[in-house]
Nanobody, 111 residues
Framework: VQLVESGGALVQPGGTLRLSCTAS????????MRWVRQAPGKERETVAE????????NYADSVKGRFTISRDNARKTLYLQMNSLKPEDTAVYYC?????WGQGTQVTVSS
């Protein structure tokens, strides 16, 4: 099983990023998928969750209205569009599903 995240970067406050997570050897099309982040010294936080059809989506209050989770089951890829980024969004972002985790991608929001 492999979940591979990409798209993390250093970005200025107010900027945008799009994270991707590509799955292999994994039943992606039937899995509830999540983006989870962890900042230094802080608890892990589930940022967004999407069911297998994309019809049920939930966001953490801290990102509502700024982040959008989506998926492409044919490409076995999960996305997180992040707009209006804030310094407090700085964290390692992980892709999670069916108990499996990716290696994470670093997002740093700083001027």
């Amino acid at each position: 099983v492999q979940l591979v995240e990409s798209g993390g970067a250093l970005v200025q406050p107010g900027g945008t990023l799009r994270l991707s997570c590509t799955a292999s050897e994994f039943p992606f099309s039937t899995a509830i998928m999540r983006w989870v982040r962890q900042a230094p010294g802080k608890e892990r936080e589930t940022v967004a969750e999407i069911n297998w059809t994309g019809a049920s989506i939930n966001y953490a209050d801290s990102v509502k209205g700024r982040f959008t989770i989506s998926r492409d089951n044919a490409r076995k890829t999960l996305y997180l569009q992040m707009n209006s980024l804030k310094p407090e969004d700085t964290a390692v972002y992980y892709c999670n599903g069916n108990g499996h985790w990716g290696q994470g991608t670093q997002v740093t929001v700083s001027s």
